[in-house]
């Protein structure tokens, strides 16, 4: 059995131009869902999965994700003053222990691959797990806790996947399949972002990964790939034959909220999931998909 993944890749360095203008000033990665934001919740399905080690790997204007799980004296000691015991209790929880975070910048934008290399000095040829903040996954078994159950099954680098409809394969890295056994996908080559006439697959890679250490080497010879980018998905493609690749179809709903269409889907979702919410905010979806009622 291979060693359990301790250490995670949260790559945050992305603009996020497609939400503009509320990401000029705010990263992505701080949009909420209901009341938490993106990061915690990929955050918090990490330590759930086992986690010890959490290394973001940033850019310009990110700060705000280093504060988010910092300390905040001032609002402790306000909420203190205040006998706010469940609010104090909340941010307490989310603090990870001292240690446990790196932060790294990404000094250009180079792609996905790019922004996972640059984590290269963390990782000591350990496995490890890459989770993206823009995809959100609602379930009862924590997603990257089903990849990690599968990853010691198999070994190698193993993804989360999922069919996508064809014409939108060029958003995603495809799987060209040699094995599938209706959980477990094994491949023989991935591609990124084909055309859909192009693509061996629907099947498609989201961001949910745990990389084996020949990964790094691939990423470190910093070849190009689609749209002139690092591709993670490309440096993985090439270790295939020294170690295997498995996607694995896993239990969830999934939220691209690297969309807007996905990411308002996600507030609905999540809200219509908590108990103080869900009659009110059924009520509300009611009256919106009902035009004439509203
Ligand atoms: C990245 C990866 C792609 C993967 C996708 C999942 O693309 O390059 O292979 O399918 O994440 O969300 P991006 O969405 O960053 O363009």
């Known amino acids: 059995m291979p060693p359990a993944p301790r250490k995670a890749i949260f790559p945050v360095g992305g603009l996020g131009t497609r939400f503009l203008p509320v990401t000029k000033a705010l990263p992505k990665e701080m949009l909420p869902v209901v009341d938490k934001p993106l990061i915690q919740y990929a955050v918090e399905e990490a330590r759930a999965a086992g986690i010890e080690e959490f290394i973001f790997v940033t850019g310009r204007g990110k700060s705000a994700i280093e504060d988010h799980f910092d300390h905040s004296y001032e609002l402790r000691d306000t909420l203190m003053a205040r006998d706010k015991k469940a609010e104090l209790d909340a941010l307490e929880d989310m603090l990870l222990e001292p240690g446990q975070?790196?932060?790294?910048?990404?000094?250009?934008?180079?792609?996905?691959?790019?922004?996972?290399?640059?984590?290269?000095?963390?990782?000591?040829?350990?496995?490890?797990?890459?989770?993206?903040?823009?995809?959100?996954?609602?379930?009862?078994?924590?997603?990257?806790?089903?990849?990690?159950?599968?990853?010691?099954e198999v070994g190698g680098n193993l993804a989360a996947v999922m069919d996508v409809p064809r014409e939108h394969t060029d958003r995603y890295g495809i799987l060209d399949v040699v094995a599938d056994d209706g959980r477990l996908v094994e491949a023989?080559?991935?591609?990124?972002?084909?055309?859909?006439?192009?693509?061996p697959s629907t099947l498609s890679i989201i961001g949910r990964y745990i990389l084996d250490p020949t990964v790094f080497d691939e990423l470190?010879?910093?070849?190009?790939?689609?749209?002139?980018?690092?591709?993670?998905?490309?440096?993985?493609?090439?270790?295939?034959?020294?170690?295997p690749f498995h996607g694995l179809r896993f239990e969830g709903?999934?939220?691209?909220?690297?969309?807007?269409?996905?990411?308002?889907?996600?507030?609905?979702?999540?809200a219509l999931e908590r108990d103080d919410l869900r009659a009110e905010m059924?009520?509300?979806?009611?009256?919106?998909?009902?035009?004439a009622e509203g």
Not at 188 to 199: H, I, T
């Open 101 to 152: 975070v790196a932060y790294i910048r990404q000094q250009e934008p180079l792609g996905l691959g790019h922004a996972v290399w640059c984590a290269r000095h963390m990782i000591h040829g350990e496995p490890v797990a890459v989770l993206s903040a823009d995809d959100l996954v609602l379930s009862e078994v924590p997603c990257l806790k089903q990849v990690i159950d599968a990853y010691m």
């Open 188 to 199: 023989r080559g991935l591609v990124e972002k084909p055309a859909p006439a192009d693509a």
């Open 220 to 243: 470190g010879r910093q070849e190009t790939g689609a749209g002139g980018e690092i591709q993670l998905t490309d440096a993985m493609a090439r270790t295939i034959g020294r170690v």
């Open 253 to 270: 709903r999934r939220f691209d909220c690297g969309s807007k269409a996905g990411f308002l889907e996600a507030n609905v979702a999540y």
């Open 282 to 291: 059924r009520e509300i979806v009611r009256r919106y998909a009902d035009p």
